[in-house]
Antibody, heavy 117, light 110 residues
C-alpha cells in the first residue's frame, strides 16, 4: 500500500527557518516524483514544485522559486520542503503528493499545518 | 486567483446527478490531461479521475470525467450524503510550467 506520511504541526515565528518532511512507503521511491502543494484553509491548492528522487532534480513554480527549497534523501525515502526565513503569509497546510504524470498526483500525505505568528 | 475556474458551489438532492465544470485555456486544459480530486472536510485531497476520464481502482463509476476543448467536467450520479465535499480540478500548464488547480467547488447534498 502506497503511503506518504508527513511530519507534524509546526508553530513558528516570522524569520524562523523550517524543514518539513514526507516519508514514502509501499513503492519504489525513485520511480515517481514528489510534489509539494499549499492550501490555505477554505481556499484552493497552490503547486509549489516537484522533485524527482532518481536524480534529485527539483523544479519550482515561478511563484515559489527562491521562496522554498525541495530536497530528498533517497536512503530513507523522504522528501523535504524547507524555508530559510518564514513569513506570516507562509501559514497554510502543506501537502506532499506522488506525481503519477505531469498533471496527476495520485497519493497524498495527510498534510502539515504550518502557523507563522 | 486560480488559473482554472470552477463554480464555488453546487447542490442537488440525494439520488440526483450533479456536474461540476472546470474552465481553462490552451496552455493547460486544452493540451494536457485533467484530473479531479475530492477533499472531505479535514482531510487531504483524494484522486477521483485522471487522464480526463479514467478512474483509479476503488473509485465508483458514479464519478466520471470528460473534457472538451478548454473545459472539463466532473459528473456525479446517484448522489449520497457522503459525497458532500470540496472538488478540485487540476492539470499541468505548459506556459507557466507548473501544476494548476481550480479554486474548488463545494458540493452540498440537500
Amino acid at each position: 500500500e502506497v503511503q506518504l506520511v508527513q511530519s507534524g504541526v509546526e508553530v513558528k515565528k516570522p524569520g524562523d527557518s523550517l524543514r518539513i518532511s514526507c516519508k514514502a512507503s509501499g513503492y519504489t521511491f525513485t520511480t515517481n516524483g514528489i510534489a509539494w502543494l499549499r492550501q490555505v484553509p477554505g481556499k484552493g491548492l497552490d503547486w509549489l514544485g516537484v522533485i524527482f528522487p532518481r536524480n534529485s532534480d527539483a523544479r519550482y513554480s515561478p511563484s515559489f522559486r527562491g521562496q522554498v527549497a525541495i530536497s530528498v534523501d533517497k536512503s530513507i525515502s523522504t522528501a523535504y520542503l524547507q524555508w530559510g526565513s518564514l513569513k506570516a503569509s507562509d501559514s497554510a497546510i502543506y501537502y506532499c503528493a506522488r506525481r503519477a504524470s505531469s498533471g496527476t498526483w495520485d497519493y497524498w500525505g495527510q498534510g502539515t499545518m504550518v502557523t507563522v505568528s | 486567483q486560480s488559473v482554472l475556474t470552477q463554480p464555488p458551489s453546487v447542490s442537488a438532492a440525494p439520488g440526483q446527478m450533479v456536474t461540476i465544470s472546470c474552465s481553462g485555456g490552451s496552455s493547460n486544459i486544452e493540451n494536457n490531461y485533467v484530473s479531479w480530486y475530492q477533499q472531505l472536510p479535514g482531510t487531504a485531497p483524494k484522486l477521483l479521475v485522471y487522464d480526463n476520464n479514467k478512474r483509479p481502482s476503488g473509485i465508483p463509476d458514479r464519478f466520471s470525467g470528460s473534457k472538451s476543448g478548454t473545459s472539463a467536467t466532473l459528473a456525479i450520479t446517484g448522489l449520497q450524503t457522503g459525497d458532500e465535499a470540496d472538488y478540485f480540478c487540476g492539470t499541468w500548464d505548459s506556459r507557466l510550467t507548473t501544476g494548476v488547480f481550480g479554486g474548488g467547488t463545494k458540493l452540498t447534498v440537500l
